[in-house]
């Protein structure tokens, strides 16, 4: 028996040669469908591998008559409709440990950047101007850092903040007092979180409960000069709310990695020059692509062929 693997993003080489390998496997890159393509695309298919490009809608699963299984290489699933693959008994996979590293990496290289306002200076070195007095920064040493969100990233990224001498709180709704202890952070509410971060990151995925989690009413609590880093998911922070905290000097910086709408050209909150930007970078390395594409990979490998998945 043979199956169709259909992959629409780019995954590394890596994972897919893990099927390639297997003679059973009839493998399809086609990474620039459109979505009218992707629908004629999808019938034939009995796996479809993505990253977060590609929406695997209720419309297209309506039409993936063949599909047993969706793999997603990287974390959150939040472009797949699971209500509607759970209707058609499709199952999904995810590869959550493949690129935590990556993430956490990234996001301390966002608050150490943003501290020290690195990118606005180098902006500003490359067009001619020698200015020392525009881009003091603060020390991250005895600095607290509020993590919203203390799963795999989130732990990671406080072990890393500890490193810098900063103190860290958190608040996670699995996270007890004792876990707490044990990790070395402090405990809090999201409240006292809020209250106490000289900069705040947040490491939630994005469901209904953490959308705009980071809103008016949470800037208002927050210290004055605070600096906000999401490198999670955009939507977690209302991003109308943190421009208007940014023009009222409330939030003195912020660090974004994700956005409401992705992909984008212009974006209002690249105006502010407190403002600095990846475009959706946290596992681009060469490592985490190569972790997240094997792990899902031979997920799908050993579901096809055997029926089990580990989804490590
Ligand atoms: P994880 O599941 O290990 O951790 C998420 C944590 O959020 C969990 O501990 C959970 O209990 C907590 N949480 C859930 N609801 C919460 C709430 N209301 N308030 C506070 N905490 C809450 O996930 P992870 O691997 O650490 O990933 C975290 C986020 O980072 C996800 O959104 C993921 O998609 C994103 N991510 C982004 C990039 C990137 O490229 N920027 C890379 C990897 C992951
Ligand atoms: C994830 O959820 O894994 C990240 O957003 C990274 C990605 O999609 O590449």
Known sequence: MTFTVLITDPLS????????????????????????????????????LVRSQTQVTAKLISKASNLK???????????IDLDAATEHGIIV????????????????????????????????????????????????????????????????VSYRAMGQRMKVIA??????????????????????????????????PLLKETKHLLNAEAFQLMKPGVQIINCARGGIIDEDALYDAILSKKVSGAALDVFEEEPFLDHKLLQL??????????????EAQENVAVDVCQDVLNFLTGGVVSNP
């Open 13 to 48: 080489e890596e994972g897919i040669q893990t099927l390639r390998d297997n003679a059973q496997m009839n493998i399809v890159v086609e990474t620039a469908l459109t979505p009218d393509e992707l629908e004629l695309r999808i019938v034939d298919a009995n796996a479809l």
């Open 69 to 79: 299984i969706i793999g997603r290489a990287g974390v959150g699933v939040d472009n």
């Open 93 to 156: 996979v995810n590869a959550p440990n493949g690129n935590t590293n990556s993430a956490a990496e990234h996001t301390m290289a966002m608050i150490m950047a943003l501290s020290r306002k690195i990118p606005q200076a180098f902006l500003s070195l490359k067009n001619q101007q020698w200015d020392r007095k525009k881009y003091v920064g603060v020390e991250l040493k005895n600095k607290t850092l509020g993590v919203i969100g203390l799963g795999r990233i989130g732990a990671e």
């Open 171 to 204: 608040y996670d709704p699995f996270l007890t007092e004792e876990k707490a202890v044990a990790m070395g952070v402090d405990y809090g509410t999201v409240e006292e979180v809020i209250k106490k971060a000289d900069f705040i990151t947040v490491h939630t």
């Open 273 to 286: 020059p407190e403002v600095i930007a990846t475009p959706h970078l946290g596992a681009s390395t060469v």
